[in-house]
């Protein structure tokens, strides 16, 4: 199958770290996608992992771990504007080059 | 540039009717797709345009959806029939389809609710 499983929501506060996990029961994917999608907006790029491992981008990165089944996006200095769901969504590519979305995890980011 | 464009933003309509679901894609992107977004739920895949090549029509949940793309450009999803399960969030993306992995560039959607 490809499910692929997200907290459904989480809360940090503002100026801290937070962690974001996403696992997936699939294989044979290009690679691993996340998105962020403020509330009544377009789901906006974040980043993209191919290789195992860490992807740093400013204040946001992205690990990816095929071996274990897993990724994560990690929020560091967290600011009210962060506030919104994070799309975990995996990337087949060749004549499909489509996205499977997870189902979303919902931050709420707290003074 | 601008981004990818839907039309209209919201849709209200009665059981029943047909709806007509518009996207126009960044310029230039070959590729072009159609997500559902149910309440509390993740994006679903519905088809896949990439230039001239037979859609992937594998997400389409029912015979009641079809979509096409002229000239390889602007897109339209047709709902018929429609029934209120079909209420949500379509959202349309492009990319430009060059080589694997670039990313899908989202429209705003369209809110459909079916009374």
């Known amino acids: 199958g490809q499910n692929i499983d997200q907290p459904t929501e989480m809360t940090a506060t503002e100026g801290a770290i937070v962690q974001i996990n996403c696992t997936y029961q699939?294989?044979?994917?290009?690679?691993l996608f996340w998105y962020q999608q403020h509330a009544g907006e377009a789901p906006t790029f974040l980043s993209y992992n191919v290789l195992d491992g860490l992807e740093e981008k400013g204040r946001f990165s992205s690990f990816l771990s095929r071996s274990k089944g897993y990724s994560y996006l990690l929020l560091k200095e967290l600011q009210m504007k962060d506030s919104a769901s994070y799309l975990c969504?995996?990337?087949?590519?060749?004549?499909?080059?489509?996205?499977?979305f997870g189902t979303g995890t919902l931050l709420a980011v707290q003074p | 540039g601008a981004g990818v464009s839907q039309s209209p933003s919201n849709k209200v309509t009665e059981k029943g009717k047909d709806v007509e679901l518009r996207c126009d894609p960044i310029?230039?992107?070959?590729?072009l797709y159609w997500y559902r977004q149910s309440l509390g739920q993740g994006l679903e895949f519905l088809i896949y345009?990439?230039?001239?090549?037979?859609?992937?029509k594998s997400g389409l949940p029912s015979d009641r959806f079809s979509a096409e793309r002229t000239g390889g450009s602007v897109s339209t999803l047709t709902i018929q029939r429609t029934q209120q399960e079909d209420s949500a969030v379509y959202l349309c993306?492009?990319?430009?389809?060059?080589?694997?992995?670039?990313?899908?560039?989202f429209g705003p959607g369209t809110r459909l609710l079916v009374l």
């Open positions: 969504a995996v990337y087949y590519g060749g004549a499909t080059n489509k996205l499977i």
């Open positions: 993306a492009s990319s430009t389809g060059t080589s694997g992995g670039e990313t899908q560039y």
């Open positions: 310029s230039g992107h070959t590729a």
């Open positions: 345009f990439q230039g001239n090549s037979a859609p992937d």
């Open positions: 699939t294989s044979g994917f290009n690679g």
